[in-house]
């Protein structure tokens, strides 16, 4: 039997202009007998750079790899663009890029062969002349096209990070989902990436979700600020609220930390 018109249209979920990009809603993860996360819930609106915060151990890559479907929640879900990470991975997957842990390439391949090989995984890059362009792209966002043609052996820790962006970038997903991509990264590194996101926040008009220990980074880039603390989300708010009297992002954790 055929469906009507607005049969079809109930079953496709339609993102709101003004649904938050991100929706995390009740997120548990246990394993064992240790709880990792516990009912975390928090919202990243659209072109919003939220970063995430914690101290060592609180569960931030843990939720990331809920967030992307690498682990299942025990109970509570993940909505990415309306669609769930939990019942509908790959559709919520088209809408995110990530790096979780540092991003693997083939060093003895150039950047770009890497990134070539990689778009054969995206749906949206159907054939050949498709896809090297998307690549051309890419590696320009990232200011990497000068040495694209060179091995990844002999890239710097940074240039790897934002290979790392490229590839995530590569199916144009509305969010970025980095995990700790400054870590390692020396002044200029940490320079050039935060440049970089900047610019596919205003210039591109990503949303981005940024896990890092690098404070005073967080307080030139964020929107949004979560922290989280021994599986549980203990702030979630505007940067302004976070540091409100504190004068920095790093006293108002402290603060948070030690109470
Ligand atoms: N598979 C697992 N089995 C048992 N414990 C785990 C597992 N994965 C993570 N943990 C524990 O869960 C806690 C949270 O780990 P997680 O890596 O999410 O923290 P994090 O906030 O990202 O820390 P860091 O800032 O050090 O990267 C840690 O105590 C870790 O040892």
């Given at each position: 039997?055929?469906a009507?018109?607005?049969?079809?249209?109930?079953?496709?979920?339609?993102?709101?202009?003004?649904?938050?990009?991100?929706?995390?809603?009740?997120?548990?993860?246990?394993?064992r007998?240790?709880?990792?996360l516990?009912?975390?819930?928090?919202t990243?609106?659209?072109?919003?750079?939220?970063g995430?915060?914690g101290?060592?151990g609180?569960?931030?890559?843990?939720?990331?790899?809920?967030?992307?479907?690498?682990?299942?929640?025990?109970?509570?879900d993940v909505?990415?663009?309306?669609?769930s990470?939990?019942?509908?991975?790959?559709?919520?997957a088209?809408?995110?890029g990530?790096?979780?842990?540092?991003?693997?390439?083939?060093p003895?391949?150039?950047?770009r062969?890497?990134?070539?090989?990689?778009?054969?995984?995206?749906?949206?890059l159907?054939?050949?002349?498709?896809?090297r362009?998307r690549?051309?792209?890419v590696?320009?966002?990232?200011?990497?096209?000068?040495?694209?043609?060179?091995?990844?052996k002999?890239y710097?820790?940074?240039?790897?990070?934002?290979?790392g962006?490229?590839?995530?970038?590569?199916?144009?997903?509305?969010?970025?989902?980095?995990?700790?991509p400054?870590?390692?990264?020396?002044?200029m590194?940490?320079r050039?990436?935060?440049?970089?996101i900047?610019?596919?926040?205003?210039?591109?008009?990503?949303t981005?979700?940024?896990?890092?220990?690098?404070?005073?980074?967080?307080?030139?880039?964020?929107?949004?600020?979560?922290?989280?603390?021994?599986?549980?989300?203990v702030?979630?708010?505007?940067?302004?609220?976070?540091?409100?009297?504190h004068?920095?992002?790093?006293?108002?954790?402290?603060?948070?930390?030690?109470?």
């Open positions: 039997m055929q009507t018109q607005t049969e079809r249209e109930n079953r496709i979920v339609i993102p709101q202009a003004e649904q938050p990009l991100v929706e995390i809603g009740n997120v548990t993860k246990r394993v007998r240790r709880t990792l516990q009912n975390v819930s928090f990243v609106e659209r072109g919003e750079i939220c995430l915060l101290p060592n609180a569960g931030k890559t843990t939720l990331i790899r809920v967030m992307t479907g690498l682990i299942r929640p025990d109970s509570g909505l990415i663009g309306g669609r990470v939990v019942r509908d991975r790959q559709a919520a088209a809408q995110f990530a790096i979780v842990e540092s991003p693997i390439f083939f003895y391949m150039t950047g062969d890497n990134l070539d090989n990689l778009a054969l995984l995206h749906p949206n159907p054939d050949r002349a498709a896809r362009q690549v051309r792209e590696l320009e966002i990232v200011r990497m096209d000068q040495r694209a043609d060179e091995r990844v002999t710097s820790l940074g240039m790897k990070q934002r290979l962006i490229a590839q995530a970038l590569l199916g144009d997903p509305q969010l970025l989902i980095l995990d700790e400054a870590n390692g990264l020396d002044p590194g940490i050039e990436l935060r440049e970089l900047l610019r596919l926040k205003h210039d591109l008009g990503k981005v979700l940024i896990s890092s220990h690098l404070l005073d980074e967080l307080q030139k880039i964020c929107d949004r600020i979560v922290v989280i603390r021994e599986g549980e989300r702030f979630a708010g505007s940067r302004e609220e976070m540091i409100g009297d004068g920095s992002l790093e006293e108002a954790f402290v603060e948070r930390m030690t109470t």
